[in-house]
């Protein structure tokens, strides 16, 4: 009986590919760039098509047929709440990188969708990106075109300098991350290009300064307060509903302060002054009033509900609902609530094989520690994790790029390494076996 011998990657070649990455750093930059001046806002999510077509032309270059795969319309019609303000198409794009034989699957993942950004208060156009003092700066630099960049640059460094793997890669770009609900990797997983059979994801929405392991769960809520229109001179014929709607703000608010107090038993990320991972309850929206000589008729708010791994979605529903309906008894108005969008809490054992490597790699490229921790954030890598997939996330951003806010910015050097950690952690994942 023959035995099959794993063979990892020499120093050589991690040097070579390393060598590689380091050449073609002002291609990366360019790419990012790229990427950036595409105004991908979502809401509504219109110029999908356009950062598809550049994705799928890189992909190309790695000798792949790119495969773009589109969310049905009728499917989001069904599928997302027409509050969130979805328009236009949803491309979705993604290839298979093979290597030799049979081994494991890794599936990468990025987001293309960004959040709006109102141009007062930058420093320039948030979509015309701008380099200054080694860094990038513009709307998604840093969550997450850039990190789309380093996952490009990462495949093309293995294929330029003919490094030899096992398996295969699997490279998404999807959309809609940044609003939930069902985004472009719900719509992979139905497609059955995700599947159970994948070892191994990594993503690269994430930071530089921790390895995510977890995220929290987030559940979305619309509450609509009814009330009764009237003149406000005669004020008391009527039903203000901006006004029952600040009482129940109120109950949500002391609901929050106890929900605030709870901690899971998952490292939260060092930097944010909390040293587990912790839930929130928080009213985000208000909209309410016509005119300001009538008594408002009606007020909507929304509810954002973080939550810990060790919390479930319906539980989070029945405890808000519990508030609500306690309030409406007492109200002269009419409440209803409507949940719009949600995330479950994504998680991953810290001493999984696949975050012992990247965080190795990490380490070997960063010279430091990137420690596992649990994100503050939601992410649709969930979706990922829910079918058995251990999950990895690690990406360009810090602590001060000032991500979703004003001259967001990501620094050309984390690119690089993060393109370094991508590729050194593919090559030891995929090793070659030889009888």
């Known amino acids: 009986m023959s035995l099959s011998r794993v063979f990892l990657p020499s120093q050589?070649?991690?040097?070579?590919?390393?060598r590689w990455i380091d050449a073609h750093k002002k291609d990366l930059v360019d790419l990012t760039c790229r990427l950036v001046s595409i105004d991908t806002t979502v809401p509504p999510g219109l110029n999908y098509p356009k950062i598809s077509q550049v994705l799928a032309g890189e992909l190309k270059e790695l000798g792949v047929t790119p495969s773009v795969t589109h969310i049905p319309e009728a499917t989001i019609k069904r599928k997302v709440s027409p509050e969130v303000g979805l328009k236009g198409p949803r491309p979705n794009t993604y290839a298979i990188l093979k290597g030799e034989g049979d081994g494991p699957k890794i599936l990468l993942n990025g987001h293309v969708d960004v959040v709006p950004a109102d141009p007062s208060g930058w420093t320039n156009d948030p979509f015309k990106p701008t380099i200054r003092n080694g860094?990038?700066?513009?709307?998604?630099?840093?969550?997450?075109?850039?990190?789309?960049?380093?996952?490009?640059?990462?495949?093309?460094?293995?294929?330029?300098?003919?490094?030899?793997?096992?398996?295969?890669?699997?490279?998404?770009?999807?959309?809609?991350?940044?609003?939930?609900?069902?985004?472009?990797?719900?719509?992979?997983?139905?497609?059955?290009?995700?599947?159970?059979?994948?070892?191994?994801?990594?993503?690269?929405?994430?930071?530089?300064?921790?390895?995510?392991?977890?995220?929290?769960?987030?559940?979305?809520?619309?509450?609509?307060?009814?009330?009764?229109?009237?003149?406000?001179?005669?004020?008391?014929?009527?039903?203000?509903?901006?006004?029952?709607a600040a009482g129940l703000i109120e109950k949500l608010k002391v609901l929050g302060g106890e929900i605030g107090k709870r901690r899971s038993r998952i490292p939260a990320e060092p930097m944010y002054g909390t040293k587990k991972m912790r839930p929130g309850l928080y009213v985000n929206m208000i909209k309410g009033g016509l005119k300001g000589n009538i008594i408002p008729d009606t007020c909507e708010i929304l509810v954002d509900r973080r939550f810990i791994p060790e919390e479930k979605a319906a539980e989070v529903e029945k405890e808000i609902n519990r508030v609500v309906r306690e309030f409406a008894k007492e109200s002269p108005a009419k409440i209803s609530m409507k949940k719009i969008l949600g995330y479950d809490p994504m998680i991953t054992p810290p001493n999984h094989k696949l975050v012992k490597v990247v965080r190795k790699q990490a380490r070997k490229v960063l010279g430091r520690d990137t420690p596992p921790a649990g994100s503050q954030g939601s992410t649709d890598m969930a979706v990922v994790s829910q079918l058995g997939i251990p999950v990895a996330v690690l990406g360009a951003t810090r602590q001060d790029s000032n991500i979703h806010g004003i001259d967001e910015h990501v620094r050309i050097n984390d690119l690089v390494s993060v393109t370094k950690i991508l590729t050194h952690s593919y090559l030891e994942l995929l090793p070659i076996r030889r009888e």
């Open 135 to 244: 860094q990038i700066y513009g709307r998604g630099a840093a969550d997450m075109k850039g990190s789309d960049a380093c996952t490009i640059f990462s495949l093309k460094a293995l294929v330029e300098t003919g490094a030899k793997f096992a398996g295969s890669i699997t490279p998404t770009f999807t959309t809609d991350e940044e609003v939930g609900g069902y985004t472009g990797v719900n719509h992979l997983v139905d497609k059955h290009v995700i599947t159970k059979d994948i070892d191994y994801c990594i993503s690269t929405d994430s930071g530089i300064e921790v390895l995510h392991v977890a995220s929290l769960g987030d559940s979305e809520f619309v509450i609509t307060v009814k009330g009764e229109a009237a003149h406000s001179g005669r004020g008391w014929t009527g039903i203000n509903a901006i006004e029952e």
């Open 12 to 18: 050589t070649v991690l040097r070579k590919v390393d």
